[in-house]
């Protein structure tokens, strides 16, 4: 099949994008890798798409008071290996399970999380850590952060005339560990289920957040705290990873993919199949980041 008939346009500035957006029936292109195939399938009819490729001051990839910015056109190849990405280890984590190679050569970070799959790492990884989005329009500019932009499966806060300027990413502190793991039939899929985690070790005090993705309409976070603290009830304080990977698969980790998986199922996965899964990768990725965040706090890499 072929797209239906649509103008093109590639302007040269951010001021212009946003004019050209407010054209009834408008649509961002960015890398084209999500879009192009729901031109193709006919899934959508947009009367013009504005190309993005053109305007140098959205593929910006900095780093400025404790954040990583993230311009609409920086692709996910980029971040994946560029240097000053490594302060976000999550997005270190996750690349390599968007698509394959291909795809992120060409896939922006900002298109991953404006198309918003609910499947899909980096909208995941937006939400896990409190990301903030920039949105432009001809009306201004705003902020939002990621707990409040998914709203449902492909759909976010975004409105038909606003731009997703750029994507602020936390930088970690040295208290903090990550983990990462998802289940695809096939790597490169999209996953069955994901799970996104961060847990900070500060003295005594441990805390930990997940978020899950490929189980809800939209990316799935819950504060684990108590659950991670009463695994290290049964464990001690200073377990290691294995000790504790048991101690969580022994209840706490069932308990929270309980709680995050909210899905009546699909051709590939029932809802009870989504939660073992949930549990399995939150049991290794929780104990794996207490681990390191235990080891960056006290000073060992
Ligand atoms: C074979 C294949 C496998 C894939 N596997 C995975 C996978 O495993 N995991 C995964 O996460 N993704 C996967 N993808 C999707 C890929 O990551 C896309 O690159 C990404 O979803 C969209 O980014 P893009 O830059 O290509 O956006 P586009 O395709 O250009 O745009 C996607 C949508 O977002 C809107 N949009 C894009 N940028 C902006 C912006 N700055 N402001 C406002 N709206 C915007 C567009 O209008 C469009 O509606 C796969 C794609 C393919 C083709």
């Known amino acids: 099949m072929k797209a239906a008939p ?17 054209l009834e029936g408008a649509k961002v292109l960015a890398g084209g890798q999500s879009l192009v195939p729901v031109l193709a399938m006919r899934l959508g009819r947009p009367s013009s798409l504005v190309d993005l490729s053109a305007v140098p001051e959205l593929t910006k990839l900095s780093r400025d008071n404790g954040s990583l910015r993230v311009g609409a056109m920086v692709r996910q190849r980029q971040v994946q290996y560029d240097d000053l990405a490594r302060a976000v280890p999550l997005l270190g984590l ?28 980096l909208p995941a990884i937006a939400s896990c850590l409190g990301a903030t989005m920039t949105l432009r329009s001809t009306r201004g500019s705003r902020q939002v ?9 492909m759909s976010t806060v975004i409105e038909p005339d606003e731009l997703l300027t750029e994507v602020s990413f936390p930088v ?3 208290d903090e560990g990550f983990g990462f793991g998802e289940f695809a039939r096939r790597h490169g899929d999209f996953a069955l289920a994901g799970v996104a985690v961060r847990v900070r070790t500060t003295g005594e005090t ?23 603290r009463a695994a290290l009830d049964v464990t001690g304080p200073e377990p290691d ?46 104990s794996r980041a207490f681990v390191k965040s235990r080891r960056r706090e006290s000073g060992v890499r």
């Open 172 to 174: 970690a502190s040295p």
């Open 6 to 22: 649509f103008a093109y346009v590639r302007p040269g500035t951010v001021e212009d994008t946003v004019v050209e957006l407010e």
């Open 241 to 286: 990873e294995a000790d504790l990977r048991r101690a969580l698969a022994a209840g706490p980790a069932e308990e929270i993919a309980a709680a995050v998986v909210d899905t009546v199922g699909d051709a590939h996965a029932s809802p009870g199949y989504r939660r073992q899964l949930v549990a399995g990768l939150l049991s290794r990725q929780l």
């Open 206 to 228: 441990v805390t930990a957040n997940i978020t899950c993705f490929g189980v809800a309409d939209r990316p799935a976070s819950a504060d684990v705290s108590t659950h991670l």
């Open 145 to 153: 952060s990621a707990g409040d932009f998914f709203t449902g499966a």
């Open 94 to 121: 996750a690349l390599p399970w968007v698509g394959h190679r291909e795809i992120r050569s060409r896939g922006t970070v900002c298109g991953s999380i404006a198309h918003a799959d609910p499947s899909a790492e």
